[in-house]
């Protein structure tokens, strides 16, 4: 009987836990609900809408819809019909009075080059044109005879599609679907990406042999010579990007500094003089420098929180400075050093503003690759399919960290 | 009446006289001394005459932002400088608006517009301000006998030392046919085939590894000045204004030039079109152009200008006309940049361009 | 535990950070094989600098240290072979329990069958036999506390050092720490150098306690001769509670004499730190010495004195009282079958025996 009343007792108690809780949890949720809307508008929609262009792309569907309707039942092999070439005209003379031509242009252009000027100049006359169109525009430009065209055209008519995410992976998707590997001499952006991530590697490399002592020397000096040696750390921190690089032109160049110090001490002949900048050198010699601080600060912060008594106690316990240093100190900086490691490895992989002014031609990134694509081809699509490839990279490369060091072992400051 | 009609046209015209008073556009400019040269030449000029009000950006070339503006509705930029292809592709897309060259005033000499500006130099929604050039320069105090044809460019044996050279297939594949022995009319046609790209990369190989790569128009003038290269390609104006600012002992060689044009453009729903239109007229007329020319070494785009070109506006000694890109003497090999050829083939070649880089 | 050889000696030892001020002036300290020797005093006085400079984490400016007779002032730290336990414990957060243990007797090269059945012989010890791969944030204070002693002693060194160990613990916790770590003492007979700022700490866990104060020690005694015979003031003051009169020395005779108080009343006192009439002087008299109600006679000191403040702690009757011209001066009434019963406002004799009452410095 007891028991009965305690199991009541217990669902009314619920009910009261959860009505009470209920009102706390929505208070919460409303106090953080514009922080959530505020992430949700400036992060993670534009950046969904982005690489969501990766995969969708309606130019050709949206102003050629006839041809596009016709295309789909079109099998790609055979030869293309008069009901074919009507509607490429009907699409053909609207697109070009609302001024869309160049856009499908552009986009068929990019899976089949030199179709661009096909387009626009057979725009122009095709409302002059006259039936039967199979005929009439092949006279224009006898390139419509080719079945590449049609083909490419099928290719770029799907509204959702593979192919900026094969052309990121060096990969080109066919008319009929498939998808094979792109033209040798094409090949680039595994190369690029492989390069990415091995500067990066290496740029990461560097700032945690440089930036180790220089973060243990700020832990263990006096506050007040430390604040002062953080400024230094910190002084190249606050000056521009492109200042710092172009200071270290003037210190590596041929004719910079470094090499004129050389020749002066007589370490290299006048006209030997090394090539420190526009190589793969300058790259990690500059990006490295500026990327630093990121692994300085999150490391003097972890080292910082070390109390001086962990050395002690292990040299009290029989440890000399060495193994006190890699047993006791060093594990417990590692929180630090995975932070930094990752804050540098992952700015240094979207780099491209140093790398394209000393990298010369060994230097170039993928980022590059992207900005190009952004603001000069304005292929925003593959620029799209390109950063959802690097991020996916990087996500790899998180989890991966997360397996080896773990993720909650990361101390940020 | 008649009384009437001209009250309401007077009363009209002041009213237009005052709105275009309270008007302020947004002119969009390469910056450096090129904007200098346009502020000088229409900015202020054109600011005294109207009590309008100019105002200069600066940005790095590329549709980008204008298809950013135009695609989202809400276009700040009233007028933007752009290259030929940019101008063409823009228009195609439908992120500019259309203009009628019949609308221009005529040249100081009466020539109607549409023959005053040179042939090629308007289009259905920019119209030209300048011709600019892609040449290359050495330094002539490092360089005795230094190279006078574009096939020197290539030949490292008899004149040694690293070269510059923009790190873009454009103008450099060009480039190299002509050096290569074809003849400037016929280097679009080359490139045209597999064989002709092949034989321009072939060219661009032979020189592969002396070469300084730049990215930036700033970027050749100093690597000249710090002896990083011994040539290098660059735009001329950059090379004119390190020789005539800063006195440096640079030579350009015009044989093999690769000449383009700047135009203006107005985004599609600019904000403050009327004026921006009235401002576009005037940059581009007669006087304002050959003024132009008296600050940069870029060519008017109009013919009935070429009279007017003075001097250098601070050197009265050196007289601009045989630096312009359009020189006669300049124009002998030359050749002018094909925009359907790298409409068509520009993704293609940017990445055989880069692979073969990485290599 | 032979008395001639001392494990630990301070000879004259000073020690300044600054190069300005002296930390520790002029040390001088025997410590004996097998004693639990404890540095008490208040924070600055010094005494965590001794133990850092006996640890060899800090140099000493002049003198010299001997361990065993043999001068360390050079020997860095990992070779004296000293325990010790620290204040946050400083056990290492990325090793579990077993392997802090371990870690001295790795570093000692010892086998591995070896270190498992120290480390299993010492978490015995203090109790700890089932968390030997727990990590140490795992581990509640006093846990954390054992494990500490615990590494400080597996690897058997003569000597153990711990500096304030149980200040981070609460009350019941450090009293219960207080006696585990006294038998330890007494079982394993190893000697053990404490430094802590708790006087009842020291009190109850030392074998001779060193009161610090201003870098020089004050007292150096068994716990009950520092409570009932403080050399001078500052000692009584430190040790316990004590009611404080003021006066100067009318007259004295070897042991005893007679102090004055300012209002001219006479005090029967000891003489343990003035030497001739007209010293002043500061009596120093525990307040559970004070005697309420005394037989007329029995004590030689007795006055009036009226209740301003009782406070019933259990044990005993907190009585504030005002008397020769002081109104805090306190009584301990002990809560025994027949004590006096006292009432705020009522006029009360009290009185105290001479041996009780110590003529200390002024």
Known sequence: M????????????????????FNRRLRAFLLVLP????????????????????????????????????????????????????????????????????????????????????????ARKVSKLEAPFKESIPDVKDKWNDIEVWQAMKTASRKFTPGYYAAALDLKLKSDGSIVRQDEKRRIHMILMKRTLQISFLVTVFCLLLGYPIAYLLATLPTKTSNLLLILVLLPFWTSILVR?????????????????????????????????YNKLGTLIAMTHILLPFMILPLYSVMKGIPPSYVRAAKSLGATNWTAFWRIYAPQTIPGLGAGAILVFIVAIGYYITPALVGGQEGTMISNTIDGHMRQSLNWNLAAALAGVLMIVVLFLYWLYDRIVGIDNMKLG | MKKVTTLLAAGLAAAVGVANAAETITVVSWGGAYTKSQVEAYHKPWMAATGNTVVSEDYNGGLSEVKAQVEAGNVKWD??????????????????????????????????????????????????????????????????????????FFDTANFPGKRGLRKNPKANLEMALMADGVAADEVYSVLETEEGIERAFAKLDSIKGDVVWWEAGAQPPQLLADGEVAMTTAYNGRIFNAVASEDKPFEIVWDGQIWDLDLWVMPKGAPNKEAAMEFMKYSTGTEALAAQASWISYGPARKSSSPLVGSFHNKPELEMAGHMPTAPDNLKNALQNNFDFWADNQDQLNEQFNAWLAQ | MSENNPLVRFKNVQKSYDGKILVVKDLNLDVETGEFLTMLGPSGSGKTTCLMMLAGFEPATHGEIYLNERPINNVPPHKRGIGMVFQNYALFPHMTVAENLAFPLEVRKMSKSEREQRVKRALDMVQLGEFGNRRPAQLSGGQQQRVAVARALVFDPELVLMD???????????????????????????????????????????????????GVIQQLAPPDDLYERPDNAFVAQFIGENNKLRGSVADIDGEYCVVQTTEGVPIYAMAVNVSQRGDESTLSLRPERVVVNPEPGSVPNIFDAEVLELIYLGDHIRTRVALLGRDDFIIKVPNSADHAFLREGEIVSVGWLQQDCRALDA
């Open chain 1, 2 to 21: 007891t028991s009965t009343a305690d199991v009541i007792d217990d669902k009314l108690l619920q009910k009261r836990l959860d009505k009470a809780m």
């Open chain 1, 35 to 122: 922080i959530l809307l505020f992430l949700l508008v400036v992060f993670i929609i534009p950046i969904g809408y982005f690489l969501f262009q990766g995969v969708y792309d309606k130019t050709f569907s949206s102003i050629m819809p006839q041809t596009t309707e016709i295309l789909s039942e079109w099998d790609a092999t055979s030869e293309p019909t008069e009901e074919m070439f009507a509607a490429l005209a009907v699409d053909m003379v609207v697109a070009r009075e609302n001024k869309t031509i160049g856009k499908v242009a552009t986009r068929v252009n990019r899976d089949l080059p030199g179709t661009r000027s096909l387009f626009t100049s057979t």
């Open chain 3, 164 to 214: 304030e160990p149980l200040g981070a613990l609460d009350k019941n916790l450090r009293e219960q720490m207080q006696y585990e770590i006294k038998h330890i003492h007494e079982n394993l007979g190893v000697t053990v150098v404490y430094v802590t700022h708790d006087q009842s700490e020291a009190l109850t866990m030392s074998n001779r306690i060193a009161v610090f104060n201003d």
């Open chain 2, 79 to 152: 007028l933007i400088d752009v290259e030929l292809s940019d101008a063409i592709r823009g228009c195609d897309e439908g992120l500019l608006e259309e203009i009628n060259i019949d609308d221009f005033p005529a040249g100081a000499d009466g020539t109607p517009a549409a023959d005053d500006f040179l042939p090629g130099t308007y289009t259905d929604c920019a119209v030209a301000n300048i011709v600019w050039s892609t040449i290359f320069a050495y330094d002539s105090s490092k360089m005795e006998n230094g190279p006078s044809t574009i096939a020197d």
């Open chain 1, 245 to 277: 690089t172009t200071a270290w032109i003037a210190m590596l160049q041929a004719q910079g500094v470094v090499n004129d110090l050389l020749v002066f001490f007589g370490i290299t002949a006048d006209d030997a003089r090394f090539s420190l900048i």
